[in-house]
């Protein structure tokens, strides 16, 4: 049986008075597909957030890829992890967020190469190649040249994608993707992560209101209420039989 690769034990996390994690613990398994589902305002997106170092947390610790996020080692005792640690770890991780993130002044090529140019040191030349790979990929390559505000959302999205690819991160995070996007262009970013999903063995993450998409995508969802996991099983039971009164007010709802 493998380890887990990431180890959320017993985080808090506030925003002043508000208390959004309340002593949260998950695991996620190597290769497994994620779905995070529920109410606005249930912390989800926090979640996510903390994975990729954007937030502080409280208390509690995080392992990811088997080595502490916040903390480090020094000596016998863990102590709060510095910038260096922090880097190293992001590589790991990447994320893409609802809002795309693209920096704006510079062209499709330049926001992928970027990132694995100046964190790792990669020359120009061997990032252009892989960047043209993974634009390839996303079916972006004609673009490469464009900038970000030349495009659709939806084109926006899938370089923003190939972007977090671009470091080969072993994490995934999605960040509510498509929605921001008119709805003729959900499903292409969507068949982006389906063919993701499928050709590759990297952790996902998913966090989204799109219940069909989750359904498919995902190997395990979990249904969040107030920083808590409510339930949590597998896609074909959570939304044919849901157990929890909360789950199934929810599911009701939504769909
Ligand atoms: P979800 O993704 O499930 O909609 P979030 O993780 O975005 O939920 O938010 C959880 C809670 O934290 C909400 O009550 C939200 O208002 C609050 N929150 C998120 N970010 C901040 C912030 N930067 N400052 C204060 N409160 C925040």
Redesign the pocket.
């Known amino acids: 049986m493998p380890s887990p690769i990431i180890r959320i034990d017993n985080i808090t996390k506030t925003?002043?008075p508000?208390t959004?994690l309340d002593g949260l613990s998950m695991d996620v398994m190597p290769g497994e597909k994620l779905a995070l589902i529920?109410?606005?305002?249930?912390?989800?997106?926090?979640?996510l957030r903390i994975l990729m170092t954007l937030e502080k947390i409280a208390a509690g610790h995080i392992e990811v890829d088997g080595e502490q996020l916040y903390h480090m080692r020094k000596g016998d005792s863990l102590v709060a992890a510095d910038e260096k640690h922090l880097q190293k770890m992001r590589t790991k991780i990447g994320m893409v967020f609802q809002h795309f993130n693209l920096f704006p002044h510079k062209c499709v090529l330049d926001n992928i190469t970027l990132a694995p140019m100046l964190t790792k040191g990669v020359a120009k030349a061997a990032a252009e190649a892989r960047a043209m790979k993974l634009l390839d990929m996303v079916g972006m390559a004609d673009k490469a040249q464009s900038m970000p505000a030349q495009l659709s959302g939806g084109q926006k999205q899938r370089v923003a994608i190939a972007r977090a690819l671009a470091l080969s991160p072993k994490i995934m995070l999605f960040d509510e993707v498509t929605s921001a996007l008119d709805p003729e262009l959900v499903e292409e970013v969507l068949n982006v992560m389906r063919r993701l999903a499928a050709e590759t063995d990297m952790t996902m993450l998913l966090?989204t209101h799109e219940m069909g998409f989750a359904h498919d995508f995902a190997d395990r969802v979990l249904f969040?209420d107030k920083?808590r996991i409510v339930e949590e099983g597998r896609p074909e039971d959570i939304f044919r039989n849901p157990r929890q009164e909360r789950t199934q007010t929810f599911l009701r709802k939504i769909i």
């Not at 529920?38 to 979640?47: V, Y």
């Open positions: 925003y002043g508000l959004v529920g109410p606005s305002g249930s912390g989800k997106t926090t979640i966090v969040f920083g």
